[in-house]
């Protein structure tokens, strides 16, 4: 009886002794997780869309960041073109001092852009490789291994995009078009708007000739061009297309 009543206390303690040791060889509840969404699907397809709607209000506020630096932009070169077109004796160098307000502004965008790109791109990957599936299971998965890739993504969370793309492509579609406005009305302030002086003198800022002025201006706008040449030949035609001609996930 003694020898079966210490058996007992025995097991009792070693029992009660695993499950005290969190190292007792039994795995926990966060280490077989995904096998049991696996044997569960209904919880996975639940927390999947729990994950791709808070990825969609992270892209929709990095968007938001986006807008607001545009909006920014656009309010101050509008106020800059009222200010030196409404009177003679308002200094035309103004425009050129807008021209790199535009710049400092790109440059910020182009930063919001590469934190945007971020969440967007995990988007795109459940858009082109699990709802267009669904839509459409006739057709070959663009991406196989899109679990692994937005898996290793959330692990270690990684820029995609370039910063000269990122630049250029902002560049392209935002800044580029509102520098040639403020190019547009500089030609004019200093040539149109004064035809008594000759553009080489108008165009003088602070003792520096015009012609100097206008061939920085010149070299400039040579660049900006090369910079939205080189994205639209080598970086693809935009956000909405570059998955098929350039891999963002590509390792």
């Known amino acids: 009886m003694g020898g079966s009543g210490d058996a007992t206390g025995d097991g009792r303690d070693e029992g009660t002794a695993n499950d005290r040791d969190p190292s007792g060889g ?9 096998e049991a969404f696996a044997e569960d699907p209904s919880d996975a397809i639940s927390l999947l869309g729990h994950f791709y709607r808070g990825q969609m209000d ?12 545009s909006y920014w932009a656009v309010t101050i070169i509008a106020a800059l073109l009222t200010w030196v077109f409404s009177s003679a004796n308002n200094p035309h160098y103004l425009l050129l001092i807008g021209m790199g307000a535009l710049v400092v502004f790109l440059v910020v965008e182009t930063r919001r852009y590469r934190a945007y790109d971020v969440w967007r791109e995990r988007v795109r990957l459940l858009e082109q490789d699990l709802f267009a599936e669904l839509f459409d299971p006739d057709r070959d998965i663009s991406h196989p291994d899109w679990r692994r890739r937005i898996s290793e993504d959330l692990r270690n969370p990684a820029v995609k995009t370039p910063v000269f793309t990122a630049f250029s492509r902002r560049l392209r579609r935002i800044y580029y078009p509102l520098s040639l406005v403020l190019l547009a009305a500089w030609v004019a302030r200093v040539t149109v708007f004064q035809p008594k002086q000759s553009w080489r003198t108008t165009a003088g800022v602070l003792g520096i000739p015009g012609s100097a002025v206008a061939a920085s201006v010149a070299v400039f706008y040579l660049a900006a061009t090369a910079a939205v040449v080189y994205g639209v030949v080598w970086r693809g035609g935009g ?11 590509k390792e």
């Not at 039994?26 to 995904?34: F, V």
């Not at 992270?58 to 630096?69: A, F, I, M, N, Y």
């Not at 909405?240 to 996930?249: A, I, K, M, T, V």
Request: net charge negative.
């Open 239 to 249: 956000e909405f297309h570059e998955r098929e001609q350039s891999d963002p996930w």
């Open 58 to 69: 992270r892209v929709t506020s990095w968007r938001g960041r986006l807008d607001q630096t």
């Open 26 to 34: 039994s795995e926990t509840p966060d280490e077989n997780i995904g």
